[in-house]
């Protein structure tokens, strides 16, 4: 008489691991774009935020506010359904039609919609949250430092973005990491637009091999892995660029 393993004990096949590995991969391709794109809006709403004429600075706040209190997944479904009527059939076609770039033998293929849609709503979700950080950043910053640069002959947006900025990326360069951290846990969501990332790939599993334990188990190992890897890459990068002691002394301690 053979004894059967229960079903939380029993083994993933061999090729719905590689489905879960694939899945992981295209989690780290969204991730990087969304943590890349988010930094870029963060930046460019911290400057608009920065400015002193009211119509460049109170829109951006408008926006980072909206963002921040919305929930993502309803986000993910305005740019995926409803950026899709806006923008129109012909240029979703354009999009969708794109071959990719070759490159000898070699060929990358285009982005899916689902792909962009999720990069992009991810990117400027995060890139709100990135804006509040650095804008915490920058008010850690003495304003002497920004005075000391007018009188010495730099202009207002010479010593915003030669003096000031520098500075406040310093501070805030652990907080932003955490951030970063977030954002690859939010790339998740993605799933509910169709693209096949990790969880969407951890539920594909599920549902074909009916092992849920196995299937979330080995989805919530390799987020652990990712994230993981960032907390222990980032600093090292922040050390080399000299960041590391000054985003962990406090404003106006000694370094």
Not at 16 to 21: C, S
Not at 84 to 103: D, F, R, S, Y
Request: proline share 6%.
């Amino acid at each position: 008489m053979s004894l059967s393993l229960p079903a939380f004990l029993q083994p993933l096949p061999p090729r719905y691991l590689g489905w879960m590995l694939e899945g992981f991969g295209m989690t780290l391709l969204v991730s990087a774009a969304a943590i890349a794109g988010g930094l870029i809006i963060g930046l460019l709403l911290t400057g608009l935020r920065a400015s002193t004429l009211p119509w460049l600075h109170l829109p951006a706040r408008a926006l980072v506010a909206f963002v921040r209190k919305t929930p993502l997944l309803v986000q993910l479904f305005f740019w995926y359904f409803g950026a899709a009527q806006l923008l129109g059939e012909h240029v979703i076609g354009a999009i969708t039609g794109w071959n990719g770039i070759a490159l000898g033998n070699w060929r990358l293929p285009a982005p899916s919609f689902e792909f962009l849609a999720a990069a992009f709503g991810i990117a400027l979700y995060a890139g709100a949250f990135f804006s509040e950080e650095l804008r915490a950043g920058l008010r850690a910053v003495p304003q002497g430092q920004r005075e000391a640069a007018l009188s010495l002959g730099f202009t207002p947006r010479a010593a915003f973005l030669r003096v000031v900025l520098p500075q406040a990326l310093r501070v805030s360069a652990l907080p932003l990491l955490g951030q970063c951290a977030n954002t690859i846990k939010n790339t998740s969501l993605a799933m509910g637009i169709g693209l096949a990332e990790l969880s969407y790939s951890a539920r594909q599993v599920e549902t074909d091999t009916l092992l849920a334990f196995q299937a979330f188990a080995v989805a919530t190992v390799l987020y652990a892995a990712a994230i993981l890897l960032l907390q222990w890459a980032a600093p090292m990068l922040l050390h080399r660029l000299g960041w590391a002691r000054a985003s962990a002394t406090p404003a106006g301690a000694p370094a």
